[in-house]
């Protein structure tokens, strides 16, 4: 039985999943969220809610716990900065501090020579005649956007000149790619250099929200190897500790590019659950905790169904599934649309 305590900040679904593995390795968790209703209560031993701003809080927090990780990546810099002088924040927020910031992610990500979309910063209007070579683009908010939140697609100058943005919050414009597909690698670096990566993983959004999810992916030899490569020279150069995934595009000439890096256990991973003998969650936690590393093997191949809004409503009135059916229901108190309520993980 081990005596660890592992802090994660952030309490909703990706909070939940981290505290149901943190359990099944007999490591306790402590949950600090902005939320007072978030689900993850339901699965941690511990919930505090407060601001995360609320310094006596944190630091109520911190003290209960021997490491800190979080579910999401907008966590201010400072709070987790202040944390990591008292216990151990992995990964670190340095590397949070690039990642929240989609101009800074792509340029460390183009420094290392791995391609990215085209992209420019804008920052003011009288710059967006000089970006027509961008269009049809999407325009993004630099900093706390998720699921296509604070994103435009635009397909003419005038078009961008009417939309009346206030510039001073920061945007990006990047190239509209046309896709072939999308996949994502999720990959858990230990201290030492060493990795779990798991296969690339095929994913289709609706209304830039991830629907679907599956292993294998239907990808050439070339495009597997190269997504697996990039994924493990930026956990590399960011010298990561825990989970990570990249997110890909691949354009119909079969290009490969990098469209971003989520510093935390991802929606594409949760088939890993039941398709792995250690899911995404585990390998974060033994990463951060410094626990063993177990070499990871596939069980089976998989796909998985996100549950948006009302469409779990269905699945809550089934009273048994399938044998190779896994419904997790997020417990989350209200269905709003666009919410993400649940998904089913089917092994295939
Ligand atoms: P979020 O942070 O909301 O996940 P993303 O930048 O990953 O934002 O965009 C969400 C989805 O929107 C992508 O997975 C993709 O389907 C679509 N998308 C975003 N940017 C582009 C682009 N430059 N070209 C083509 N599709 C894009
Ligand atoms: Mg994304």
Same mark, same amino acid.
């Given at each position: 039985m081990s005596d660890i305590t592992l802090g994660i900040i952030g309490g909703g679904q990706l909070g939940s999943m981290l505290a149901i593995s943190a359990k099944k390795i007999n490591i306790k968790t402590v949950i600090y969220c902005d939320?007072?209703?978030?689900?993850a209560q339901n699965f941690c031993d511990k919930f505090i809610s407060g601001e995360y701003g609320d310094k006596e809080k944190i630091i109520e927090f911190v003290n209960l716990v021997n490491f800190v990780t979080f579910e999401f990546e907008n966590i201010p810099f400072e709070t987790l900065n202040e944390i990591n002088k008292l216990k151990p924040v992995l990964p670190k927020p340095s590397i949070n501090r690039i990642i929240q910031h989609r101009l800074a992610e792509k340029d460390f990500v183009n420094n290392l020579n791995i391609r990215t979309t085209r992209y420019a910063s804008v #920052? /003011? #209007? /009288?710059?967006?005649? /000089?970006?027509?070579?961008?269009?049809p683009g999407i325009l993004k908010t630099t900093t706390l956007g998720y699921d296509g939140k604070g994103q435009y697609p635009i397909n003419s100058i005038e078009e961008l000149s009417s939309l009346n943005i206030d510039f001073s919050k920061g945007y990006i414009l990047e190239k509209l790619v046309k896709l072939k597909k999308e996949i994502s690698i999720i990959i858990t670096r230990f201290n030492n250099h060493k990795y779990e990566i798991y296969e690339p993983i095929e994913n289709k959004h609706e209304n830039q929200i991830l629907k679907f999810s599956k292993i294998p992916a239907d990808i050439d030899k070339k495009i597997y190897d190269q997504s697996k490569d990039w994924a493990m020279s930026i956990a590399e150069e960011l010298k990561y500790v825990g989970t990570l995934c990249v997110e890909f595009f691949i354009d119909r000439n079969d290009n490969l590019y990098v469209n971003e890096i989520a510093p935390r256990v991802h929606n594409s991973g949760h088939l890993t659950i039941n398709?792995?003998?250690?899911s995404q969650f585990e390998n974060h936690i033994r990463a951060v905790c410094g626990l063993e590393q177990i070499p990871l093997k596939k069980i089976s191949n998989a796909t998985m169904v996100n549950l948006i809004g009302d469409q779990i409503s269905e699945y809550r009135k089934v009273s048994k599934f399938k044998d190779n059916e896994f419904f997790f229901d997020y417990l989350k108190k209200e269905i709003k649309e666009k919410r993400k309520m649940g998904h089913i993980t089917t092994l295939i």
């Open positions: 939320d007072s209703d978030a689900p #920052e /003011s #209007e /009288s710059e967006i005649d /000089s970006l027509e070579d961008l269009l398709a792995f003998n250690v």
